[in-house]
């Protein structure tokens, strides 16, 4: 496939990628609310970057600042090198799709698609493109997105994923170099979301623009992210890999953020002691513990079926925690006595102020 947009290095390089966009110190607030409490962050060209974080700690809000559509109080905002700050939404080479698509409900899907380019004809005679190449691109962009036989509906008469993906056409039409999506699988049933995390994953490697996505998701962060940035109260926690964030979480929130069913805390000795549910083993008496294995015993209080395996939820003397048992094992039952044992690899150590502990 040829590529529809200038490419950047892909995310699979072995030499970092430079930053396509930068925030260094950004700060914004809203009447008493402080969303950006001093923001530090890079994207990487030709990253799918996906910011993450609980709801109301700034994701929105940095993307509609990426795109222009909002400024910092304070703080630099560089898009491929340039101080963008002062510069309107207009003048970045930059396209969002927003969470409800925002599409013209009276214009068919070839006109919302074709709606930025036949603007640009008209203020840009000269230079804008032509009645041929607009229909080329559209039909470009219809068949990387499966939309060639949907040209001549409205919105109302597509499903939330045909909508979701003419969105994405209108946006990527213009050729933008970096894309920015704001929760675009939130109005998606999950059926329609696995396949749409896909579908964009797809067209992030056939295109080899930037892309930065923002979800409340872990799952769709972990499973969908080149370079992952989990945000807490209007600070970035933690950047990376996203399997580094997951293994080598820098501190309790990113840790029980990412991962489902959530990571399982213990305090002992003044030390936090972490475990990945999936990462405990039942043990009966008789088996010996490795060294160095982290001990928990519990009564058994419920288990959950999940078709692969059971998640068994426990209460002992450490407080509560959950064992995700595989088939093949042998399935713990309520009222049981639970003994997990947790190889040392496996652990994670929080000091007192949350962070992790060598
Ligand atoms: N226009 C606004 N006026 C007042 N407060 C705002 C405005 N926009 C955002 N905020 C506040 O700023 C904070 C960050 O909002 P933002 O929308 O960026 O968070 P978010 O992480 O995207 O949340 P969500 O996942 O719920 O969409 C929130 O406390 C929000 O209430």
Redesign the pocket.
């Known amino acids: 496939m040829t590529a529809l947009l200038p490419s950047a290095s892909r995310p699979s390089d072995r030499t970092p990628a430079p930053p396509h966009v930068e925030l260094a110190g950004v700060t914004r607030t ?2 008493t ?1 402080l ?1 950006l409490a001093g923001v530090d962050l890079a994207v990487p060209a030709g990253s799918l970057t996906v910011i993450v ?1 609980p ?8 993307l509609r600042m990426i795109a222009g559509l909002d400024a910092p109080d304070s703080g630099t905002l560089r898009i491929a090198g340039d101080d963008v700050t002062a510069r309107a939404a207009g003048e970045r080479d930059v396209a969002m799709v927003f969470q409800d698509y925002a599409l013209f409900p009276h214009m068919t899907v070839e006109g919302n698609i074709s709606f930025g380019l036949r603007l640009q004809a008209r203020h840009h005679r000269r230079s804008g493109p032509g009645r041929d190449e607009i229909r080329a691109r559209v039909g470009e962009v219809c068949a990387l997105l499966g939309l060639d036989n949907l040209l001549h509906r409205r919105p109302a008469q597509l499903s939330g994923g045909q909508r979701q993906r003419v969105a994405l056409a209108r946006a990527i039409v213009r050729r933008p170099a970096l894309l920015l999506l704001d ?1 675009p699988l939130s109005a998606l049933d999950p059926q329609l979301r696995a396949s749409a995390r896909a579908e964009i994953r797809r067209l992030h490697r056939e295109l080899g623009t930037t892309l930065v996505l ?1 979800t ?1 998701d872990q799952h769709e962060a972990l499973s969908m992210a080149t370079h992952l940035i989990v ?1 807490d109260q ?1 600070t970035v926690a933690q950047s990376g890999n996203p399997g580094e964030l997951y293994r080598h979480p820098c501190n309790e929130l990113v840790a029980t953020f990412l991962g489902t069913p959530r990571m399982n805390l213990h305090d002992r000795d003044g030390v936090r002691i972490g475990w990945r549910p999936a990462d405990g083993r039942s043990a009966t008496h008789r088996d010996g513990v490795p060294p160095g294995a982290f001990l928990v015993d519990g009564v058994v209080e419920s288990c959950e079926f999940t078709g692969d395996g059971q998640h068994a939820r426990c209460a002992g003397p450490d407080g509560t925690f959950v064992l995700v048992q595989r088939e093949g094992e042998s399935w713990l039952e309520p009222g049981d006595t639970a003994r997990v044992t947790v190889p040392a690899a496996r652990l994670h150590r929080f000091g007192p102020d949350g962070r992790r502990l060598p």
């Open positions: 809203f009447g609310t969303a974080g709801s109301g700690c700034g994701k929105s809000t940095i929760e923002v409340h945000m209007g």
